[in-house]
Nanobody, 123 residues
Framework: DVQLVESGGASVHSGESLELSCQAS????????MGWFRQAPGQKREAVAA????????IYTDPVQGRFTITRDNSKGTLYLRMDSLKPEDTAMYYC??????????????????WGQGTQVTV
């Protein structure tokens, strides 16, 4: 079975940093585009960042550009999101997701078909 398990969420102060992790299993991780999404209470789910299967290309939504960094370790089946200079508006449940279309690694949840349970970030 496909599993995505996020960890690393916490309550932090403005300006602090945090790193989220997502452990993947049950699929050929290295061939998937991977992404991070977030959803705040009462808000629509928002794409945060995505990274290509090989890790050589990544994209970010404008509000996090320059503050967040998405990386992956294909040998470990793990996805990361380093978040610096956190702001109150970053408060949300953060989800990792897997997209089997490696060539369509876009910030659009329609391409992602496997999702984790989420980890809470509070700033």
């Amino acid at each position: 079975d496909v599993q995505l398990v996020e960890s690393g969420g916490a309550s932090v102060h403005s300006g602090e940093s945090l790193e989220l992790s997502c452990q993947a299993s049950g699929f050929t991780y290295a061939t998937y585009c991977m992404g991070w999404f977030r959803q705040a209470p009462g808000q629509k789910r928002e794409a945060v960042a995505a990274i290509s299967p090989g890790g050589g290309s990544s994209i970010y939504t404008d509000p996090v550009q320059g503050r967040f960094t998405i990386t992956r370790d294909n040998s470990k089946g793990t996805l990361y999101l380093r978040m610096d200079s956190l702001k109150p508006e970053d408060t949300a449940m953060y989800y990792c997701a897997a997209n089997p279309l490696g060539g369509r690694c876009f910030l659009n949840d329609r391409y992602f078909d496997h999702w984790g349970q989420g980890t809470q970030v509070t700033v």
